[in-house]
């Protein structure tokens, strides 16, 4: 071991020095005059030798940088005889050599200082500072300052050695081991040193074919000898091989390069695909991350113009448009977000002319002063239309039940049409209805608590034929004078007004609800319409023989629209106040009835469908199910109707 061999030297010093100290004393003895000389100090190495070349800056070596000198002076040593200090030559023979001089030490640490400072470590063989300082040690082998030296040294020694592996340069590796042999060091760590060493020197042929490979641009073909499986190959000998690293580095750029310059030209399906390839070179690399990350960025940004444009093209009107170009947003990134929000404004686009359910709208007219009566949108969907024969009041022009599907969005009234809102009509149409032009319509009659037909009773008029408030929903219109109305307010709007078809109006009725009644299958235990309760009472007192037990409304008679709450699409008295006409001929089953929104209408007919209990229905005809024939000229203070509206 190194150690042991500086030991060795140090003791055949030490038995030298005995000698001529023994030698010095026999002649002071014997001849006294022989040593009255002037003392010489030892001879110092040349400082003005031509500086070897200091290694090269590229290795990236650690530079070794000795601390400042600190060493103590030592008392001058006399040269004075062993005796005329006391001493005798019993004693100087017993002290054993004496000590080195101060100054050669002094001299030796300058000079591997200043060696160790300009990179002279292990050049020129003899004057470097792995020499001067060994030097030290032989003449001191405690001493610190050169002990540390040789300590950094071998510390960079390790870093040079590491560094010359990494870049492949086995000859300066095995260079800076063979020094770091040769002083004190950690036996395991140089160990370390001459196993990758020997893993180098194994993988370097290999090294060499890939990067010649590379040159050629074979680079993954053919299949069994190209750079990238060689470069694999050195990593599965050493896995830490940065030679090999950085050739696979340089592979995988390429790929990435390609895959970037494909998301640029929108081609994101081929830079998946070029990423997919590019993730078994380098699995998990920094590299590869931050590429994927940069062509998510691109992706994320191409596909929100694109729906960007799909939305312009939505507010424009073009919803064809609008969807094409959103499936393509939807290709470029699946999970961009408002993709599923803009899904639902075309759905709504199509299905609700870019409104939503719950909307309501107020057209104004397009010509003269005023507006249409609110509609609400209502939602699309489906329900089982009529009643089951179990059901408590079912009538058998109720079924068969059948499901039907309401796949095209429309706008239903608020509220019924009120007298206000056909006063609006009958003054700018100069309309005559058919009470008017035939003379008469049915009204209550207090006295005998009966429907009776009246002479000179309007839709001005209110359920007793007496005048009616705006507010109150109009009464003893015939559906030929609802279809007056209807084109009035379409001419008016540029919109198209109808009757609601009866598939319609049960839908919207029900709100949702598959019971017999809209609110639920038992009695109301709260006020939700006009309709017969027992506690109603009329101006004098009368109350209804079959009415809701323990229910009262406040009214007999209508009520003005929306006195009672909305149902759950916003609807006012969809369920009482007064029955409505709806747009279908009357048939006395749903045997071959439309399974959708469509009114069932035939050519011709003299009969229509009117739907929705009154303000004097029992309960069994406040269900939702409940159903009515009535001749198109029927005028009644039973009967008013609402709008419907196309989108």
């Known amino acids: 071991m190194p150690g042991t061999e500086i030991a060795r030297k140090q003791h055949a010093l030490g038995g030298a020095a005995g000698i001529v100290v023994l030698a010095l004393a026999l002649a002071y003895r014997f001849f006294p005059g022989i040593l009255h000389v002037q003392p010489q100090l030892p001879e110092q190495v040349s400082t003005t030798a031509p500086a070897p070349k200091p290694l090269s800056s590229s290795a990236n070596f650690v530079a070794v940088q000795a601390p400042p000198a600190t060493t103590t002076a030592l008392p001058a040593t006399s040269t004075a005889p062993a005796e005329a200090q006391g001493t005798s030559l019993e004693d ?100 370390l040193l001459r196993e990758r060493l020997a893993t180098l020197h194994k993988v370097t042929p290999l090294l060499v074919h890939a990067a010649t490979l590379m040159q050629a641009g074979v680079v993954t073909e053919p299949a069994g000898d190209n750079a990238l499986v060689t470069y694999k190959k050195v990593l599965e000998i050493d896995p830490e091989n940065r030679l090999a690293d950085a050739g696979l580095a340089g ?37 590869l991350l931050d590429t994927r990350a940069r062509i998510d960025g691109i992706r994320r940004q191409r596909a929100e113009t694109v729906l960007a444009q799909a939305r312009s093209a939505l507010d424009s009107g073009n919803a064809d448009l609008a969807e094409q170009l959103a499936k ?31 909307q309501v709208i107020h057209d104004r007219f397009l010509d003269i002063t005023g507006e249409a009566p609110a509609v609400v949108v209502v939602p699309t969907g489906e329900f089982v239309m009529g009643s089951p024969a179990d059901e408590v009041g079912h009538s058998d022009n109720e079924e068969p039940q059948r499901r039907v599907r309401i796949d095209t969005g429309f706008a239903i009234g608020r509220s019924e049409v009120s007298v206000g809102d056909f006063g609006e009509f009958v003054r700018g ?80 009725l029900r709100a949702g609800s598959a019971a017999r009644f809209p609110w639920g299958d038992g009695n109301p235990d709260k006020a939700v319409g006009n309709f017969t309760g027992e506690g109603d009472r009329s101006p004098s007192k009368r109350s209804w023989s079959q009415a809701f037990p323990r229910y009262g409304d406040g009214y007999w008679g209508p009520a003005p629209t929306k006195s009672f709450p909305a149902n759950a699409y916003g609807l006012f008295d969809m369920e009482g106040n007064v029955s409505e006409w709806v747009e279908d001929c009357w048939h006395d089953n749903y045997v071959r009835a439309p399974r959708d929104s469509n009114a069932w209408v035939n050519p011709g007919c003299d009969r229509r ?35 419907a509206r196309d989108l």
């Open 328 to 358: 393509q947003a939807q290709t470029i990134s699946a999970d961009l977000n408002g993709l599923d929000e803009f899904a639902q404004r075309i759905r709504n686009a199509r299905l609700y002319a870019s409104m939503k359910p719950g």
């Open 609 to 643: 469908v009117v739907r929705g209990g009154s303000w004097g229905s029992d309960p069994d005809q406040v269900r939702s199910a409940f159903r009515i024939a009535a001749a198109s000229d029927t005028r009644s203070a039973r009967v008013g109707f609402r709008v």
């Open 251 to 287: 592979i995988e750029r390429g790929y990435l390069d390609r895959a970037l310059a494909a998301a640029a030209q929108d081609d994101f399906a081929g830079a998946d695909q070029v990423l997919a390839q590019a993730s078994s070179i380098r699995p998990g690399s920094r590299d």
């Open 92 to 191: 100087a023979i017993r002290m054993g050599p004496p000590a080195p001089t101060t100054k050669l030490i002094a001299a030796l640490l300058k000079k591997a200082r200043a060696a160790e400072e300009q990179g002279q470590v292990l050049e020129p063989k003899g004057a470097n500072a792995i020499d001067f300082y060994k030097q030290v040690l032989a003449e001191d082998a405690s001493n610190d300052e050169a002990a540390g030296g040789l300590d950094r040294i071998s510390g960079a020694l390790r870093d040079w050695t590491t560094a010359a592996i990494d870049r492949g340069d086995e000859g300066s590796a095995q260079r800076y081991v063979a020094a770091l042999a040769d002083i004190p060091h950690e036996d395991n760590e140089l160990e």
């Open 429 to 508: 149409a100069k309309y005559v209805t058919d009470a008017e032009r035939l003379g008469s319509s049915a009204i209550y009659d207090e006295a005998s608590g009966r429907i009776s037909d009246r002479h000179g009773v309007t839709w001005r008029e209110d359920y007793k034929g007496e005048r009616a408030t705006p507010t109150l929903p109009v009464v003893h219109v015939s559906w030929n004078d609802t279809q007056a109305y209807l084109g009035w307010l379409s001419q008016h709007t540029g919109k198209r007004y109808r009757l609601p078809s009866e598939a319609e109006f049960e839908y919207a």
